[in-house]
Each structure stands twice: as structure tokens, then as C-alpha cells.
């Protein structure tokens, strides 16, 4: 599932005002306690982090060398 800003801006509002019942993706989804909106948060975070990041791409060269010398 790809988490967008709007996410963590619905979590941010929730956690503000102790609610714990947020949508996310479409979907609404109850939370237990604050501490699992927040872990939640945390989470959505870094996945929108890795989402930014470019992955590297190309093609990689190895040497190897043996003990005999090859």
C-alpha cells in the first residue's frame, strides 16, 4: 500500500485531538491507544521516506581473485 502525506496529515489530526479512529487509504481503521497512532505514524514515515529516495540502478562489476592467482 503506498502511504501519501495526506496520511500522516489525518494521524498528525487524530493524534492531536486523542481520537482514535483514522482513515487512511480509504480505509478507517481503529487504533487501540495513542501509542499505536503514533507507532503507526512512525511507520508511514519511513515509508514515505524510502518512497523519495531514488533507487540506484546500473550494472555492477566484480573482480575476483583466487589464491592460486587466477
Known amino acids: 500500500m503506498a502511504f501519501t502525506t495526506a496520511d500522516l496529515t ?11 479512529e483514522v482513515e487512511l487509504g480509504g480505509r478507517r481503521v ?11 505514524r ?6 514515505i521516506e524510502t518512497q523519495d529516495t531514488p533507487r540506484p540502478t546500473g550494472t555492477f562489476k566484480y573482480r575476483f581473485t583466487t589464491s592460486r592467482g587466477d
Do not use: H, Q, W
Request: proline content about 0%; charged content about 30%; aromatic content about 8%.
Open 10 to 20: 489525518a494521524l498528525d489530526r487524530a493524534i492531536a485531538s486523542s481520537e482514535l
Open 30 to 40: 481503529k487504533f487501540d491507544n495513542v501509542a499505536g497512532l503514533l507507532a503507526r
Open 42 to 47: 512512525k511507520y508511514i514515515e519511513g515509508v
